[in-house]
Nanobody
């Protein structure tokens, strides 16, 4: 059973930083793509960033220059470094992973990030 577990969320003031982690377990194939999504209050879930197996990354324009996605394939752990946080970054952040070979998609349970003004 593949599981993704996010951690690192919390309450931070505007301009602060947080680092989210996504730890994966249970996959024997590894993952092609790992991404972060978020869902703010009353909003649709939106894509934030992703990293492809060979290390290529991409981030949404709304967070470009402030958020950085990275990963440690050996540890099956991925990170979202969030700097210069703004109140509009307040959301539940979810980790998403697409498994090699099977193509199955998995989601974590989410971690809450709240940015106070």
């Amino acid at each position: 059973q593949v599981q993704l577990v996010e951690s690192g969320g919390g309450l931070v003031q505007t301009g602060g930083s947080l680092r989210l982690s996504c730890a994966a377990s249970g996959s024997i194939f590894g993952f092609n793509v790992v991404g972060w999504y978020r869902q703010g209050p009353g909003k649709e879930r939106e894509w934030v960033a992703h990293i492809i197996k060979r290390g290529t990354t991409n981030t949404a324009d709304s967070v470009k220059g402030r958020f950085t996605i990275s990963g440690d394939n050996a540890k099956n752990t991925w990170y979202l470094q969030m700097n210069s946080l703004k109140p509009e970054d307040t959301a539940v952040y979810y980790c998403n992973a697409v498994e090699n070979l099977s193509g199955r998609e998995y989601w974590g349970q989410g971690t809450q990030v709240a940015v106070s003004s």
